[in-house]
């Protein structure tokens, strides 16, 4: 997979399709927490026959790495400076960006730090804006202690792949998958993985989403699972009503049943086909 230096740090990324064809934008694809771009492939398969399209692995994250770790900060709007670097490097003038939950806030900052590049948002699992304290210091002390115990046998455990398989998801996903949430769970570098959970849980960052979401030019949309327990509906409808579509014909939201928090593997054809449909009366 080919590596582009983005703000000093090697980030890999995969790119399909053949090109722009006419107007249309590139969609680019942005992973959520301790994951990686493996999980949008299927959907840029299916994509790439109409759209040129580039997924790619969060600083720290997935094939991301550097020895030298150059980087310190790890908030949102620092990703999104990545994010935006991503799309100059690969000129690329016309995108849409579709993030998977905290791929979502990710996707939000880089629309705001690049309205001339960024066409739209797709958030997908992804909402936010309410800061429940308790909730989210027990939410913080959990992920830590997570990252705190991953030494390298665990991947030999026998079964624990399936077990990841079946995490966030309604119904489980192909074994192949809970491997693939395995690897990436024990290769996110132990900085990026924690300077992520914190920074982007703060009160201050949580409560800066539904702002830049209320300032954005650009078409948005929510596609949200009815079954997600990482990031309920509830949720995803609050940061999505301070976007003007939310209060036009219609809603924004759009929900997919029998769904959990991974909607591009659980439910991949209509994912596929609500994505067409934005892009379509989008464009």
Not at 79 to 94: C, F, M, S, T
Not at 152 to 163: E, I, R, S, T, Y
Not at 190 to 215: D, I, M, Y
Not at 233 to 245: G, N
Request: with cysteine; proline share 5%.
């Amino acid at each position: 997979m080919p590596t582009l230096d983005l703000l000093g740090f090697p980030h890999h990324y995969q790119q399909s399709g053949s090109g722009q064809r006419g107007s249309a934008p590139s969609l680019i694809f942005v992973h959520g927490w301790l994951l990686s771009h493996h999980y949008w492939l299927p959907l840029m398969e299916m994509l790439s026959g109409q759209y040129s399209c580039v997924g790619y692995d969060l600083r720290g994250f997935g094939e991301s790495q550097s020895p030298d770790r150059l980087h310190s900060n790890y908030d949102l709007e620092a990703y999104g400076r990545d994010l935006v670097a991503l799309l100059e490097k690969l000129n690329i003038e016309q995108a849409w960006l579709v993030g998977h939950s905290l791929g979502g806030s990710v996707a939000i900052w880089a629309a705001h730090l690049c309205p001339e590049r960024v066409k739209g948002v797709i958030c997908v699992n992804a909402g936010g804006g309410i800061y429940l304290k308790e909730e989210f210091e027990k939410f913080r002390t959990a992920g830590e202690r997570l990252l705190d115990f991953r030494p390298p046998w665990l991947g030999k455990l026998p079964l624990l792949d399936l077990a990841f398989s079946r995490l966030m998801v309604q119904k489980p996903l192909a074994r192949k998958w809970g491997k693939q949430r395995l690897l990436d769970f024990l290769r996110a570098d132990q900085q990026a993985a924690r300077g992520s959970l914190l920074e982007s849980t703060t009160e201050a960052a949580v409560h800066l989403l539904p702002k830049l979401v209320a300032e954005l030019p650009q078409p948005m949309y929510f596609l949200a699972g009815q079954n997600d327990r990482v990031m309920e509906l509830q949720y995803v409808k609050y940061l999505a009503s301070f976007h003007s579509l939310f209060a036009q014909l219609g809603t924004n939201v759009l929900e997919i049943e029998d769904c959990g928090h991974f909607a591009m593997l659980e439910q991949l054809p209509v994912v596929a086909d609500k994505l067409q449909q934005i892009l379509a009366t989008s464009l």
